[in-house]
């Protein structure tokens, strides 16, 4: 078994179903698909904390993204707020997840009922049909090969079948070490393919290098032109085109450490 598995879970793809149907940060077929699942008062109250709910950066700041992480166990994140255990840091926005936790509690079990068992059988055949191709390629041998970085962890593409157009690729680490990435399956193998390699180098770079958003653009720029050393160009980083043509070049010179090619980057940012 390869180091990048193909997962979906009911939870997280009944909470993007709430933010598509809403259209909280961006809106697609799927939505348009699902619009009478939720109230047009419920949909009001998810607009309201749209850039809250919202990670894209900028004025949608986020902070509320974790919610999800309750989006099939809100009974109990109430219960936090009512008993005043709460959730520290989040003090001033008690409203704002009771409404919030109230509009999962009140739809999950609808969903599980009669969206879910459709959505649950797309998403088993796509998970299914990708994984045999990744494990035929054993991309994640390749890539840790060519970086120079060994990992232990797993990594765990989730599935979701509700974000066309949303923002994806966020990383978060699991309690056991493992790391999960969220992905929209509305796109064929080799566009997953890339995407899915692009971020489990991210997992790989990140043992060795920090970065910070001002360092951005040439660390995402590392992670793809390893990717097109192994897959060829894949035209998702475009913006990075600068760097990834200079580690080419510098690793036609001689080899280069992740790490030194990174650190040599830095010139391209006075120019």
């Known amino acids: 078994m390869g180091k990048i598995q193909c997962v979906y879970d009911r939870d997280n793809n009944f909470f993007f179903h709430l933010m598509s149907v809403a259209k909280v940060g961006y809106d697609n077929a799927y939505g348009e698909k699902?619009?009478?699942?939720?109230?047009?008062?419920?949909?009001?109250?998810?607009?309201?904390?749209?850039?809250?709910?919202?990670?894209?950066?900028?004025e949608y700041?986020?902070?509320?993204?974790?919610?999800?992480?309750?989006?099939?166990?809100?009974?109990?994140?109430?219960?936090?707020?009512?008993?005043?255990?709460?959730?520290?840091?989040?003090?001033?926005?008690?409203?704002?997840?009771?409404e919030i936790f109230g509009i999962f509690l009140k739809y999950h079990d609808d969903y599980c009922e009669r969206i879910w068992p459709d959505e649950e059988l797309h998403l088993a055949g796509t998970a299914q049909e990708w994984q045999k191709k990744f494990d035929e390629e054993r991309l994640d041998e390749k890539a840790e090969k060519l970086v120079g970085i060994d990992s232990a962890r797993t990594f765990f593409a989730s599935l979701i079948s509700s974000i066309e157009h949303g923002v994806e690729a966020i990383l978060y680490e699991s309690e056991d070490g493992?790391?999960?990435?969220?992905?929209?399956?509305?796109?064929?193998?080799?566009?997953?393919?890339?995407?899915?390699?692009?971020?489990?180098?991210?997992?790989?770079?990140?043992?060795?290098?920090?970065?910070?958003?001002?360092?951005?653009?040439?660390?995402?720029?590392?992670?793809?032109?390893?990717?097109?050393?192994?897959?060829?160009?894949?035209?998702?980083?475009?913006?990075?085109?600068?760097?990834?043509?200079?580690?080419?070049?510098?690793?036609?010179?001689?080899?280069?450490?992740p790490e030194e090619l990174f650190s040599m980057s830095g010139s391209l940012e006075t120019t």
């Open 34 to 58: 699902h619009q009478n699942s939720i109230s047009a008062e419920d949909i009001a109250v998810l607009k309201k904390y749209e850039k809250e709910l919202t990670m894209k950066g900028g």
């Open 61 to 98: 700041n986020g902070k509320l993204f974790w919610t999800g992480m309750y989006a099939g166990n809100a009974k109990d994140a109430i219960k936090r707020i009512q008993t005043k255990e709460g959730f520290p840091g989040f003090e001033s926005y008690e409203g704002a997840l009771l």
């Open 178 to 257: 493992n790391v999960y990435d969220l992905f929209s399956i509305d796109r064929d193998y080799n566009s997953a393919r890339a995407i899915f390699l692009h971020e489990y180098i991210i997992t790989l770079l990140e043992k060795k290098i920090s970065f910070s958003i001002e360092t951005y653009d040439r660390y995402e720029g590392l992670a793809e032109y390893y990717t097109e050393e192994l897959i060829g160009k894949t035209y998702n980083f475009s913006d990075q085109d600068k760097y990834i043509e200079f580690y080419r070049m510098k690793m036609a010179e001689k080899f280069y450490t």
